[in-house]
């Protein structure tokens, strides 16, 4: 059962262009959205987060957009760069006992920006 | 650099052995996770300490599995009688656990790799 359904599972980008990597989640409990960026050999780290009490957080050239009654988020990368090709994560905190805050992740976007 | 550190790295073994592994997370961080992740898929929940309590582990740890955070600091995984199906990349994550502290900083990984 996926909690946080993401797509595509891979996007091929212009240099310059904007890549839109989107997913929806189903538990109106979560809270806290984080965008992880993955290069092949790395672990994830964090590229994004955002609040549902905001609809867009931006910083830099990487801007979330939130749609709380669509339980929806989007990550919009501007003026796309050959580095920026990597695989991309959207993920949600699911609570647990003792304050466990476990991530849910979606399944990835594999990002490809030619030259 | 005061990040997540795994070790090691990478780890080749043959099936029937035992491994450990280690992380170190960003000090003064007292929330600690571990995920598994296979080539093409997201990070999967294994089991999640706060301090040295472990507070959930996930049914895809098997009895082979155990994991310890012993002083609070540095944790171990151990998978013992490793199998072939346990070939994948082994990710360590930290968090403060303050309020706002849903922000989960993942080590590098270690690859483990099971002939």
């Known amino acids: 059962q996926q909690q946080v359904k993401q797509s595509p599972q891979s996007l091929i980008v212009q240099k310059g262009g904007i890549s839109i990597i989107n997913c929806a989640y189903e538990?109106?409990?979560?809270?806290?959205f984080p965008w992880y960026q993955q290069f092949p050999g790395k672990g994830p780290a964090l590229l994004i987060a955002?609040?549902?009490d905001v609809s867009e957080k931006k910083e830099g050239r990487f801007t979330i957009s939130f749609n709380k009654s669509a339980k929806q988020f989007s990550l919009h990368i501007m003026d796309s760069q050959p580095g920026d090709s990597a695989t991309y994560f959207c993920?949600?905190?699911?609570?647990?006992?003792?304050?466990?805050?476990?991530?849910?992740w979606g399944l990835g976007t594999s990002l490809a920006v030619n030259p | 650099d005061t990040g997540v550190s795994q070790d090691p790295r990478h780890k080749i073994t043959k099936r029937g052995q035992n491994v450990t592994f280690r992380c170190d997370p960003i000090?003064?961080?007292?929330?600690l996770y571990w995920y598994r992740q296979t080539l093409g898929q997201g990070p999967e929940f294994l089991t999640y300490?706060?301090?040295?309590?472990?507070?959930?582990k996930s049914r895809l740890l098997s009895d082979r599995f155990s994991a310890e955070r012993p002083k609070g600091s540095f944790s171990t995984l151990e998978i013992q009688r490793t199998e072939q199906g346990d070939s994948a990349m082994y990710l360590c994550a930290s968090s403060s656990g303050t309020s706002g502290g849903d922000t989960q900083y993942f080590g590098p990984g270690t690859r483990l790799t099971v002939l």
């Open positions: 993920a949600a905190p699911k609570r647990n006992a003792g304050n466990n805050r476990k991530l849910i």
């Open positions: 538990n109106t409990a979560f809270d806290y």
């Open positions: 000090s003064e961080h007292n929330r």
């Open positions: 955002i609040r549902p």
């Open positions: 300490f706060q301090n040295e309590a472990q507070l959930e």
